[in-house]
């Protein structure tokens, strides 16, 4: 078993920036890749970033590149969400998800595929 806790979301203006922080307890948190995940209403959940157990290798959805960043310390059992330049667009429940063994390239995997999801924190862009 695995608990993830999101925090660092707000209301931020256009052209901001934001930190989110995913921390993790229970199962060993090297063992799985970390994705973040947005959701905004009436839209379905889309996966924005995902880095491997060991960091090296990370995946950006097209309209963040450039703009996010992910990165994780596993000391710390914590996954990070860098947001520069945010736009109205990425105003969302931002989620982070755990999966431990997937046969899809990273950011590939169906959402099913995670084993385990925070609850969510709020990000607000005003324009």
């Known amino acids: 078993q695995m608990q993830l806790v999101e925090s660092g979301g707000g209301l931020v203006q256009a052209g901001g920036s934001l930190r989110l922080a995913c921390a993790a307890s229970?199962?060993?948190?090297?063992?799985?890749?970390i994705g973040w995940f947005r959701q905004a209403p009436g839209k379905e959940r889309k996966v924005v970033a995902v880095?491997?157990?060991?960091?090296?290798?990370?995946y950006y959805t097209d309209s963040v590149k450039g703009r996010f960043t992910i990165s994780r310390d596993n000391t710390k059992n914590t996954v990070y969400l860098q947001m520069t330049s945010l736009k109205p667009e990425d105003t969302a429940v931002y989620y982070c998800?755990?999966?431990?063994?997937?046969?899809?390239?990273?950011?590939?995997?169906?959402?099913?595929?995670?084993?385990?999801w925070g609850q969510g924190t709020q990000v607000t862009v005003s324009s």
């Open positions: 998800a755990a999966e431990k063994f997937s046969d899809y390239g990273l950011g590939e995997a169906p959402l099913g595929m995670y084993d385990y």
């Open positions: 229970g199962d060993t948190f090297r063992h799985y890749a």
């Open positions: 880095i491997s157990w060991s960091g090296a290798s990370t």
